[in-house]
């Protein structure tokens, strides 16, 4: 393995642990209690496909007329995961992006799509996502979230960007929350089933494939230079603290119900 891969993984591994340990997990018990959750991750699945077309834009051509960009390795990396991520299918063999399926799920799982249908709709006004989130009455830790992703988009460094994208995104998600939707699919199939399927997809595609991918473009991008390597962890490591703030904002918002 790349030694500055090896280094990030044991600094980041303190917080990955404190993530998997989240009380938040055993906070969630109910069906009400999914549907909170979803309601706030939903912003990240959200901005994780903002960040993917973040780097597939920096690492490729994707202008009239067309020339080639970067490396051909690296461009292939990133094409392959956009593929997986923008066109996967459901369980019923239909072709959707995991943000579309996320929103499948939401929606048979009863729970309220009104914050990120809001902000669909005021991009597709033409607002950007600063004045979007602006616009919008959300959880604080949800705008932290996203604006700290955007914030990165726009300083547009693409090793930064991979580095998020790789150690920053990946969520972790422990035994014990699997067998509670396990649980909970049994108890209410009508309601969970297509979020069971998400986590499912989830798991085999993005945390086995998906992350072998990324793990080499974030190798690729950034080479034998130690500063784009300690700036890589730097992001990567707030990127985490922000998964963390996420996920006490959901517990936060479980717990006031």
């Not at 993530?19 to 959750?37: K, S």
């Not at 051909?72 to 063999?93: H, K, M, P, W, Y």
């Not at 309601?191 to 499912?200: G, M, S």
């Amino acid at each position: 393995m790349n030694k500055y891969i090896e280094l990030i993984d044991g600094e980041l591994l303190p917080l990955k642990q404190q993530i998997v340990g989240h009380p938040l997990y055993a906070g969630i018990t109910q069906l009400e209690d999914i549907q909170v959750f979803m309601q706030h991750h939903v912003f990240a699945v959200w901005d994780f496909m903002s960040l993917l077309k973040s780097l597939q834009i920096n690492l490729t051509c994707t202008s009239i007329p067309w020339v080639p960009v970067g490396n051909a390795d690296t461009r292939f990396l990133i094409n392959e995961i956009v593929v997986g991520e923008e066109s996967d299918v459901d369980q019923n063999g239909i072709r959707k992006s995991h943000f579309e399926l996320y929103l499948d799920a939401m929606n048979q799982a009863g729970a309220d799509t009104s914050g990120i249908a809001g902000l669909l709709q005021q991009l597709q006004q033409g607002k950007s996502a600063t004045e979007a989130l602006a616009a919008l009455q959300l959880p604080e830790s949800v705008r932290q979230f996203v604006s700290f992703t955007f914030r990165h988009i726009q300083e547009n460094k693409p090793h930064v960007l991979s580095a998020i994208f790789t150690f920053g995104r990946e969520d972790l998600i422990p035994d014990m929350f699997l067998s509670l939707v396990n649980d909970l699919n049994q108890r209410f199939p009508d309601k969970v089933a297509t979020f069971k399927y998400y986590l499912d997809r989830h798991i085999e595609v993005d945390g086995d494939h998906h992350s072998k991918l990324a793990l080499q473009m974030t190798a690729e991008l950034c080479g034998d230079d130690s500063h784009k390597w300690e700036e890589a962890m730097q992001a990567s490591r707030e990127a985490l603290q922000m998964r963390n703030e996420l996920w006490s904002g959901v517990l936060k918002a479980i717990q006031s119900q």
